[in-house]
């Protein structure tokens, strides 16, 4: 099979905007079928179906299970996208239901739904989960997003060795700061937006912001099967910055 005559059967949570956005729209400009799962209307794609529902609950889970069954009878790429980011807050003063959300969205929905995909999910077939940076190092007054994404880094070993025997592989990309919607709407926001986003493109090596697609491309990669001999890795796709110590984890 070619990458040309691939046309998976693609779940895509958190699918309404950003990097979910970039991904279901790649997927379904090259002749995939998509499930736009998001807590918000996604806009229709050719070949979509789109979902209203939270990751965090078992009845919404089950409930996007169900239309994949009816409409597809089975699940190629399951891309795990959906993340909570509104936990701010250092060790001491970030609030527990802030954690526990954190953890919910970030860690325990992506396990729970992988755990229902699977059954409907034949051999060749890819998780990949979108970490961060943040999973493989940690930041400064953000506990519950860097210690849920480095869970999830660490998901995605387990689950690969646990899916192998099934002919499933499972990987992971950790993306470094990536021009969505949100993250430039903040930088706009911010007390001076020049020097706000000098600072998160100094981050990088490579001195700018990801796009969202450049996010997708590398999603894309891990999930066809011309990666079929990869399983268990979290990609960087960062620009570079952790390749230096002197840029992982620097303050933005
Ligand atoms: N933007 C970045 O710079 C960046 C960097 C590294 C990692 N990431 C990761 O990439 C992923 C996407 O981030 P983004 O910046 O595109 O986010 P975003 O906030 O722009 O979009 C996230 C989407 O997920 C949906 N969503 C949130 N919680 C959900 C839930 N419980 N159930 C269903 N849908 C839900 C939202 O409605 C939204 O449409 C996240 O996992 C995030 O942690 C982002």
Redesign the pocket.
Known sequence: MTTTDWTPRVLV??????????VAELFSERGARVLL????E?APLTNSIAM??????AE?RARAVQIIQNEWQGLDVLV??????GATGSLLDVDEAGWQRAL???LS?PMLLSRACVPMMPPGSAVV???????LFAEQSNVA?TAS?AG?VNLTRSMALDLAPRGLRVNA???????????LRSVQQSENPIQTRADYEDLHALRR??Q?RE?AEAVYFLAVPASSFITGVTLPV?GGMTASFMMAGRPV
């Open positions: 949570t958190g699918a309404a905007q950003g990097i979910g956005r970039a799962l998001d807590l918000n996604s209203r529902g939270d990751v965090s609950s919404d795990n996208n959906a993340a909570y980011q919910d969205v970030n929905a989960h979108i970490a961060s940076v943040q999973g997003y994404k999830l990309v950790a993306p470094g700061a990536v021009a969505t919607e949100d993250l912001l990801a969202p996010i960062d």
